[in-house]
């Protein structure tokens, strides 16, 4: 049986934490991943982790396969402007595409169908082919155009998912509330997983309220 395919665009907002976790996830779950990391996505890995991403494909590839132990060739990267890439074409279109985190600026592009590189064109293409879409949306406040373009996205029928973690699980520190998050994509990715308990299924149920 072959592996699950699954598209990774990691832009220029913050919350690079978010998309780390989620492909260490993915590649746990037997998902191969087709990667691409914008160049303003690369400079907030160095701002927001102490990770030395490279800045080659081919590299960072690597890098992620020896870091999550991902099995050989599970894990694809490709550069902006490659566009030989399948993810460029409805013709090898994978099964899904997250752009986690996602800036405004990537939706407007997405929203109006402006390809001007490879994540946009990508996203654009699982879009035309009706495969799913999940936009990790990391800005505040909204304006009336991030708005608007997310609108537009969402009766296109992607999922727009602005990277709001909740409390009612009472997380200890930052990296359980990056698990939230992940967990949601995970979710709307009909991938397995088990970052935290789910709502009333936790012992001592919550009542709606988040008390015991």
């Not at 998912?161 to 994509?185: Q, S, T």
Request: hydrophobic share 45%; with cysteine; proline share 6%.
């Amino acid at each position: 049986m072959s592996r699950r395919r699954i598209a990774l665009a990691l832009t220029g907002a913050s919350g690079a934490p978010y998309g780390l976790r989620l492909l260490e996830c993915l590649v746990a779950a037997g998902v191969e991943v087709h990667l691409m990391v914008s160049k303003p996505g690369q400079v907030v890995l160095g701002l927001e982790t102490d990770l030395a991403v490279p800045g080659r494909p081919v590299e960072i590839a690597r890098f992620f396969t020896e870091r999550y132990g991902a099995a050989p060739g599970q894990i694809h990267c490709y550069g902006q402007d490659q566009w030989t890439a399948p993810v460029a074409s409805g013709s090898a279109v994978p099964e899904a595409m997250v752009v986690c985190p996602c800036t405004t600026a990537t939706v407007a592009a997405v929203a109006g169908g402006a390809s001007r590189g490879l994540i946009e064109r990508a996203a654009d293409v699982v879009l035309k082919e009706r495969r799913r879409l999940v936009l990790v949306v990391r800005e505040t406040p909204f304006s009336e155009i991030h708005l608007e373009n997310m609108l537009r996205l969402a009766r296109m029928g992607a999922v727009v998912m602005p990277a709001n973690p909740a409390f009612y699980h009472r997380p200890e520190g930052i990296a359980d509330l990056v698990d939230f998050m992940v967990a949601r994509v995970l979710d709307h990715l009909q991938v397995e997983h088990a970052l935290g308990p789910r709502w009333g299924a936790a012992e001592g149920r919550m009542d709606e309220e988040g008390r015991e």
